[in-house]
């Protein structure tokens, strides 16, 4: 079904979104999250973004202190879903003006509304960044 | 609230008011109140019932951003209710031409979550024509989620939906020549890449496209795809089109083109290989691999192997190292396992296990001749000795038993690598073995006679650890056998050191000094016993099974869990055990002293008592082997006319007992069978037999664990009739298929076992009544014929079932003045049985009292004038003999 969770991790490794696709209880999340990043944050800039880690794909792509990680099927197409982290942080520039670690921990529920719109259900939805800020600034606006 | 369900605390005191969020009027509220509950429930959550209702007028409402929240959260979280309540609206609003883009699209992936939960929401005939014309729909936010339903659609029955197919290759080609495309909806000056992506994936699904027309569309649309993307400067540029390309390259393998366009792709692959991005050399190699397994493009890709080689030098080699695996084949073994071998001391650790793996298969596979593979496998030990798992040598040992010519070859290799100051312990095991059965193919050679090599081998004894010990033993055991003439002071110096590990703490070691001790004094017995190793059966490579196994897994689960299956790898070398046993009995019978000697007298049923006298004959005395007891239960059980061969039984016994004793007895019969023992792919987890006797004693707990799975088991008992209920638990995140449970009952027991499901889903636990009814007593114990298979691992288990004759008693209190004359109502046997239980270990009374209980033997307290004394009573029940008192006293 795609897409399994979306993660933001600052270089710490402190949690700073995180939403998932399929249910899984509070410890498994920990667990799961726990063991990813520390997988993810010690490679470095010489390896390719794609892990593998029990049955998913981790995607990930950092941004100056942030880590974005995406857990997809093993036979999604990795290289589509690098752009569409990209896209996403394009979308949240866009929306915030140079999107930073602060605007996504003090703005966390703008983040989700963005993020529910671009993805539901582990499928992506719209990728068109006006079509995606529409219900988040009418969201402002009242 | 998110923020601190983010941090991984539980925050259920807030779902009540997210709920209730979602009824307010106003919109943030609204908003707010769906999100955080799409994002806090399942959809098996009680409060999700309650605002069925509101979601449903949001849903059929006027407000098109109300409809959207509502399909979102319906979309994310809707559960099997949802799916029956409001599929019929979501389908209206999908198809509806008068909604905007925005509603229609929630719409479509809302159904498609519905569709998932209850496939029925979607009824074929109609819906594949329906589904054509969302396909012609212009406003790409709506194709891309039509696009996702149809996938997962297609991936069910692709038959139904042919008609989608020219509307998907006509989508394809308006997006690959970027006609008609919003410039919102451009990327980088691509259209759309995730749409062209998602369209291709569904393209995928079909088997073959018939109609030449649109096949030749597709293939002008992909060659213009393959053709037109250029390595360019901006990463994300780069990075969106050739996710493009990826996609056409799996549909180019799916479709089987011609061979021009398989050779175009495998160009490409090679160029990316050979890039400096990682990203796309890592899918590059990830797809030649692919490739590799749907056409016969080896040829071609053999080209680039240079190119793969060096690859390896790279941080991620998982893909190289799995494309290598793939195209080796008998041309190139030699020089790719070379390659991996020079590799291996300079690889990263976590990866090395693996790496040995692959190269001891592909040595085998594709060894062009033996004594290379013998090299190889040397070799590998020498690099890598800790990654090294036991299959590995294990298999080399039956490569050598199994051929004559081989064998001095082995023995004079393995001598060399001895001879090197540091040696690891594999290689030491692999030594002894090869030493101890073929040193003597040597002998005339210089610097090999018995006493050198034994000299040698003595050498590592203080270094290694105590599973090698044993190994080393039997090799000495064995050289001073082939020793012909007998060399005097060899002989006395192996007898000193098993006489030096005979009083070892380790069973296992004691036990072979102890036999070899005297199995060496024995002097012509010797010859038979510690003759050569039979052949070895031909079978599959245990090596390659464990390959597949681990190919199912990620690289590191994988590594664990091997290292978990290498647990049980004290295999013997011992030959034939049995005459061994025989003539030297290791258990000493008579130095225990005889503490207790509990009386047991059975009344009215003998069955009952034997049972228990097994029973406790397995989990509380030491008997020796030998014992006559199996006379005697033969005796007791014959006038009963009971079926089961009375010697099956006893050595049921012998095998209670060795496990009790754990040490010098525990030859049980996997033992026996010399090194290869096949094994399951998969371990279980804890004893069988032991979670099994302890399941005698209680009514739930664990039949049996492995990795994969867990199976309870939970029994009320009343009477002749017992209800077991077996609870299957998938411990994965893989269903588990082909799932077959079997009862195997015996005579006296009739079973129903009600249907197993086929598969078991990810997590889950599917529970399995089982109906027993007791038709009259035996001693015979049901057996569970279990088997599923996870990937491409077939396990298959027998378990015994605890519903044995204990189950079927009924502990009742019998006052004093009705116990005696019933006991002395009943004269000698059959009905009466005494019996002295010989050898036992002292064991306090309260213990005693506390077993006879937990087999539902009551105990009376002061009923017996002697304190020493127990007494117990209890009912038998079964079809045939209906209620029975028995009694017990010692």
Known sequence: MGIRFILMVNKQGQTRLAQYFEWLTLEERRALEGEIVRKCLARNEQQCSFVEHRNYKIVYRRYASLFFLVG?????????????????VETMDRHFGNVCELDIMFHLEKAHFMLEEMVMNGCIVETSKANILTPVQLLEKT | MLYIYMLGY??????????????????????????????????????????????????????????????????????????????????????????????????????????????????????????????????????????SLLVALVSNNHEAYWSCLPK?????????????????????????PWLQVKTMRALQYFPTIEDPYTRRTLFEVLQRILMGTDVVKNVNKNNASHAVLFEALAL???????????????????????????NIRYLGLENMTRMLMVTDAQEIIKRHQAQIITSLKDP??????????????????????????????????????ELSLKA????????????????????????????????????????????????????????????KPAVHETMVKVSAYILGEYSHLLARRPGCSPKEIFGILHEKLPTVSTTTIPILLSAYAKILMHTQPPDQELQSQIWAIFNKY????????????????????????????????????????????????????????????????????????????????????????GPLSLAMVPSMITTEDHTSTDQALSQQNGSLTKVDPQHPSADLLGDLLGPLAIEGPPGATVQSEHNAVSRLEGGPDAVDGSAIVPVEEQRNTVQPIGNIAERFHALCLKD????????????????????????????????????????????????????????????????????????????????????????????????????????????????????????????????????????????????????MANLLNSFRLMTCPGLDPNPNNLVASTTFYSESTHAMLCLVRN
């Open chain 1, 72 to 88: 997809v099927d093993n036979d999604e197409n990795e290289l589509a879903i690098l752009e569409f982290i990209h896209l996403l």
């Open chain 2, 10 to 147: 539980d925050v259920d005191f807030g779902h009540m008011e997210a709920v209730s969020l979602i009824s307010a009027p106003k919109y943030p509220e609204k908003q707010v109140g769906y999100i955080v509950t799409s994002c806090l429930l399942n959809e098996n959550h009680d409060f999700l019932r309650l605002a069925i209702n509101t979601v449903r007028n949001d849903i059929i409402g006027r407000n098109e951003t109300f409809q959207c929240l509502a399909l979102t959260m319906v979309g994310n979280i809707g559960g099997r209710e949802f799916a029956e309540s409001l599929a019929p609206d979501v389908q209206k609003l999908l198809l509806s031409s008068s909604c905007r883009p925005l509603v229609r699209k929630k719409a479509a992936l809302c159904l498609l979550r519905l569709y998932r939960k209850n496939p029925d929401v979607v009824n074929v005939d109609g819906w594949a024509d329906r589904m054509a014309q969302l396909l012609d729909e212009r406003d790409l936010g709506v194709l891309t989620s039509s696009m």
């Open chain 2, 168 to 192: 998907c290759v006509k989508t394809l080609e308006r997006l690959a020549r970027n006609q008609d495309i919003p410039q919102e909806y451009t990327y980088y000056g691509i259209p759309s």
């Open chain 2, 252 to 278: 180019v393998m799916h479709l089987d083109a011609e061979k021009e366009m398989m050779s175009q792709c495998v160009a490409l692959l090679g160029k990316f290989i050979a890039v400096r991005e990682p």
């Open chain 2, 316 to 353: 991620d080699i998982r893909r190289a190292l799995d494309l290598l695996y793939g195209m080796c084949d008998v041309t190139n073994a030699k020089d790719i396992v070379e390659e991996l071998l020079q590799y291996l001391s300079s690889a990263d650790f976590t990866m090395r296990e």
């Open chain 2, 360 to 419: 001891a298969i592909l040595a085998e596979k594709f060894a062009p001749d033996l004594s290379w593979y013998v090299d190889v496998i040397f070799q590998l030990i020498d690099k890598a000795g800790d990654f090294i798992s036991d299959d590995i040598w294990f298999r080399v040992v039956q490569f050598v038993t199994n051929n004559d010519d081989l064998q001095p070859y082995a023995a004079a290799k393995v001598k060399e690598y001895l001879e």
């Open chain 2, 502 to 589: 005979e009083s070892c703490i380790d069973a296992e070691i004691q036990q072979r000094a102890v036999e070899y001790f005297a199995l060496c004094q024995k002097g012509a017995a010797l010859m038979d016993i510690l003759a050569e190793m039979p052949k070895f059966p031909e079978r599959k490579s245990s090596l390659i099974k464990r390959a597949e196994y681990s190919e199912a897994d990620t690289a590191e689960q994988s590594a664990i869990k091997l290292r978990a299956q290498q647990q049980p790898s004290n295999a013997l070398v011992v030959t034939d055990q049995p005459p061994a046993n025989g003539a030297t009995s290791p258990v000493p019978v």
């Open chain 2, 700 to 847: 739930s707990g664990v039949l049996y664990e492995d990795p994969y799975i867990q199976i309870g088991i939970k029994a009320e008992w009343r009477a002749h009739h017992g209800r077991l209920v077996l609870f299957l638990g998938n411990k994965n995140t893989a269903p588990l298929v082909s799932v077959q449970a079997l009862m195997l009952p015996p005579a006296h027991l009739k079973m129903e076992l009600s249907l197993v499901p086929d598969t078991i889903p990810p997590r889950a636990q599917v529970q399995c009544p089982l109906e027993v009814v007791n038709l009259r007593p035996s001693r015979d114990v049901a057996v569970l014929d279990f088997s599923y298979k996870f990937g491409t691992n077939m396990v298959n288990v027998k378990l015994r079932l605890p519903a044995v004759l204990n189950k079927f008693l009924q502990p009742i209190p019998v006052p004093a003045e009705e116990f005696f004359p019933q006991w002395r109502s009943l004269s000698g046997p059959p009905l009466k049985l005494q019996e002295v239980v010989r050898g036992v270990r002292p064991m306090p009374l309260p213990e």
